[in-house]
């Protein structure tokens, strides 16, 4: 039986465990699907986590010392796919993918969110070269420079009024004539002057080298037209994959409680609406989607586990 298990071993999971170990619990294990790390090992450069902050560094870089450190103080990876959990009277029981189970008193779920891909040429390429889902993270790469944003709903015009306060110019990409943001969102970016809408029209390319992105070429769906956009960021905001499948039973429903987008609900304690079992990260309702907070999630959500099981004794 685990202490607790940490599924999802992003910033959220890393940082639970390191918590979880280092506050005395001795049978904690990470169940992550593939190389700790998670989503920020997909990108080149990383500005903005205080401490870590040296030309050249990647993603990659930063989260290799992360993992060693929780190593160092006991936490156990296992590299395996977790399928889902389940809660039998006080205990937790995980099943991973080949069928094995393993029984837990506690459960912390990183298992993050995907923002989804719109599928124009270029974008897997360029994808963290250029091409980005995070206007907080790399807007400052753009500083005085013109961008592109794809998308027309409320995220895509906030991320916009973001970009706008640091870009020079900020054309925000709609593949309709009337946007679904909501209207007050709206009215803030049409007093916005270096925010333009391009409406019916698509990114046709993202283009560039082996230093990344040099442009978008932006295609008119009615006139077919097309407009190059050299020296441009473009932003993408068309949906987030919220990666909750392992909180579904067996007839597709959540066991504990999520909003309309199937992000977890959680108090400020990271907890949900199930006894010992905590949510911590890109996940959860209202993240940030930064390294720093999901880190941030995950040391609350271990500091709970240990009162949880204290209390338990
Ligand atoms: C290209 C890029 C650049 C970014 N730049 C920045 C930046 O500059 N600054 C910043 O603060 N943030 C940045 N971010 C955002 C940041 O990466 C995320 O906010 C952060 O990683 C969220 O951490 P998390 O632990 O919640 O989830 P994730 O990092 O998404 O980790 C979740 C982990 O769970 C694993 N997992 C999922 N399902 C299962 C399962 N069923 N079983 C086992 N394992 C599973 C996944 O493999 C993954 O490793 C960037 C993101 C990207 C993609």
């Not at 963290?128 to 592109?148: E, H, L, N, Q, R």
């Not at 009024?161 to 004539?177: A, F, G, P, T, W």
């Not at 978008?216 to 993408?236: A, C, Q, R, S, Y």
Request: proline letters at 3%.
């Amino acid at each position: 039986m685990l202490d607790c298990a940490i599924i999802g071993g992003g910033p959220a999971g890393l940082t639970a465990g390191l918590y979880a170990t280092r506050g005395g619990l001795k049978r904690v294990s990470l169940f992550e699907m593939g190389m700790p790390g998670g989503q920020i090992t997909q990108s080149s450069e990383i500005e903005n986590y205080p401490g870590f902050f040296e030309e050249g560094k990647t993603g990659m870089d930063m989260m290799n010392t992360w993992q060693e450190q929780c190593f160092h103080f006991g936490l156990k990876h296992e590299m395996k796919k977790v399928d889902n959990i389940t809660k039998t009277g006080e205990y937790f029981t995980i099943v991973l993918e080949n069928g094995t189970k393993v029984e837990a008193l506690t459960v912390i779920v990183c298992t993050g969110s995907v923002p989804k891909r719109a599928g124009f040429n270029g974008e897997d390429e360029f994808f963290g070269k250029g091409v980005s889902t995070c206007a907080t993270c790399d807007g400052f790469f753009y500083k005085g420079k013109p961008v592109t944003v794809l998308g027309g709903g409320d995220t895509a015009l906030e991320e916009a009024l973001y970009l706008s306060n640091i870009c020079s110019d900020v054309y925000v990409v709609h593949r309709r004539e009337t946007f679904r943001a909501a209207p007050p969102t709206m009215e803030r970016v049409l007093k916005k002057e270096n925010i333009h809408l391009v409406t019916d029209s698509v990114i046709e390319e993202a283009y560039g080298g082996m230093m990344g992105l040099d442009g978008v070429k932006i295609k008119n769906t009615k006139t077919n037209e097309i407009t190059d956009m050299p020296n441009t960021g473009l932003f993408v905001f068309v949906g987030l994959n919220v990666r909750n499948e392992v909180l579904k039973d067996e007839k597709d429903e959540f066991i504990c409680k999520t909003n309309a987008s199937g992000q977890v609900i959680v108090d400020l304690s990271m907890r949900t609406s199930v006894a010992g079992l905590y949510a911590a990260g890109d996940l959860r309702i209202e993240a940030p989607k930064q390294v720093v907070s999901a880190a941030g999630d995950g040391s609350i959500a271990a500091l709970q586990v240990l009162s949880y099981i204290q209390e338990m004794d």
